[in-house]
C-alpha cells in the first residue's frame, strides 16, 4: 500500500453561498483553474433551495457544507473554523479570481514572512450589451494599505486581503452584530491591533455588481440597512482611536449621516431626517453646513431626475 503523503495546506478559500445558481459555476471555476495542491477550497451553503449545491457536488475537489446559518458572516466564520490552511482567501459566490491571483498571494507569502495580511488590487464589474464594463477599481498602492482612512473612507476590499488564520481567530472573525458591514469592522479592528500588511501590485480580486448584490447595495433594499450599520460601526469605534485616526472617523460619520439626512429628504421621510440630523450634529457642531452643501450640490441632479433620489432611479433602472 502507497502511505498516505500529508499535504501542507497553505491557502484556504472559503465561499459563503446561498441561492447563488446563477453565477457560482464561474465562481468555483475561476479557483479551480489556478488550483494546486496546497490549495483547498470550502463552500459553506446557508441550505440553498435552488441549484446551487447539485452544481458545486459536480466538483470533487470542494468540502462541501450546507446548513442553515446566520447570515454571509456566519457561513465565513464557519468556513475559517472548518479550514486548514494557513492563510484564508474569501471568494464569494457571484465573484472571481483573476487568473493568476493565486500565483500572486503564493509570491507574496514567500517574500513577505513577517506578513498577517497581504492585499491585492480589486475591481467591481457590471454586465451590458457591450460585455463586462468597469464600475470602480483599487489599484493603487496607497489606497490599499490597511489605515482608518483606507478602511472608513474608502472601499475595505476584504475579498482582495489575504489573511493568516491564526490572525483571523486572533481578532474573533466577524461580529455576526452586523449583516452587511462586518468586514468593515473587522477591518477596523485589524488596524487597531496593529496587524502588518503587504500590498501586491496585481489585480486579485474581482467584483460583480447586480442588483441582488449584498455588497453593491446602492439603490437596493439594502442601502438602508449597510448605512445603519456602518454609523453603528464609526460610533463604536470612536473610542479607540485618537487624534487623526479619530478625526477621520468623525468624518466617516459626517458622510454617513449627511447621505441618510439626503435619502430621508428625497424620500419625505421627517421623523428619521430630523433623529439623523441629531446624530450628525452630535459630533460636529458644524455638520449643518456639510448638510447644506451637499443639498445644493445635489438639487440640479434632483431636479433633473425629476424630483426622484439618485439611489431610487438606480433602483428602477435595476428593476427593468
Known amino acids: ?126 454586465k451590458s450589451l457591450g460585455g463586462w464594463n468597469m464600475v470602480w477599481e483599487v489599484s493603487d498602492s496607497e489606497a490599499k494599505k490597511l489605515s482608518i482612512e483606507n478602511i472608513a473612507l474608502g472601499e475595505p476590499m476584504i475579498n482582495a486581503r489575504l489573511i493568516r488564520r491564526d490572525v483571523f481567530h486572533q481578532l474573533g472573525g466577524f461580529s455576526l452584530d452586523y449583516s452587511l458591514a462586518s468586514d468593515r469592522d473587522f477591518l477596523l479592528r485589524a488596524v487597531e491591533s496593529g496587524v502588518i500588511q503587504e500590498q501586491v501590485n496585481e489585480t486579485t480580486y474581482r467584483y460583480r455588481w447586480h442588483a441582488g448584490s449584498s455588497t453593491m447595495t446602492e439603490g437596493n433594499k439594502l442601502t438602508k440597512k449597510l448605512s445603519e450599520e456602518n454609523l453603528t460601526i464609526a460610533r463604536n469605534h470612536l473610542n479607540q482611536v485618537n487624534g487623526v485616526e479619530r478625526d477621520t472617523l468623525v468624518k466617516w460619520h459626517d458622510r454617513l449621516t449627511v447621505q441618510a439626512a439626503m435619502n430621508f429628504l428625497e424620500n419625505f421621510q421627517w421623523r428619521d431626517l430630523m433623529e439623523t440630523v441629531a446624530s450628525g450634529l452630535s459630533l460636529n457642531g458644524l455638520w449643518v453646513f456639510l448638510f447644506s452643501g451637499e443639498l445644493l450640490r445635489a438639487l440640479p441632479g434632483f431636479l433633473a431626475r425629476g424630483f426622484k433620489s439618485r439611489s431610487r432611479v438606480i433602483a428602477e433602472r435595476n428593476s427593468v
Open 1 to 126: 500500500m502507497t502511505p498516505r503523503i500529508n499535504v501542507t495546506v497553505l491557502i484556504s478559500i472559503i465561499t459563503p453561498t446561498f441561492n447563488a445558481e446563477g453565477t457560482i459555476l464561474e465562481t468555483i471555476q475561476s479557483a479551480l483553474d489556478q488550483f494546486s495542491n496546497d490549495i483547498e477550497h470550502l463552500l459553506i451553503d446557508a441550505a440553498s433551495s435552488d441549484q446551487t449545491l447539485q452544481i458545486a457536488k459536480r466538483y470533487p475537489h470542494l468540502r462541501i457544507i450546507s446548513e442553515k446559518d446566520r447570515g454571509i458572516y456566519d457561513g465565513m466564520n464557519k468556513g475559517a473554523g472548518l479550514s486548514k490552511g494557513e492563510w484564508l482567501l474569501f471568494l464569494q459566490g457571484d465573484d472571481w479570481l483573476p487568473p493568476g491571483a493565486l500565483d500572486v498571494y503564493r509570491e507574496a507569502i514567500a517574500s513577505n514572512p513577517g506578513a498577517q495580511m497581504i492585499c491585492g488590487g480589486s475591481e467591481a464589474v457590471k
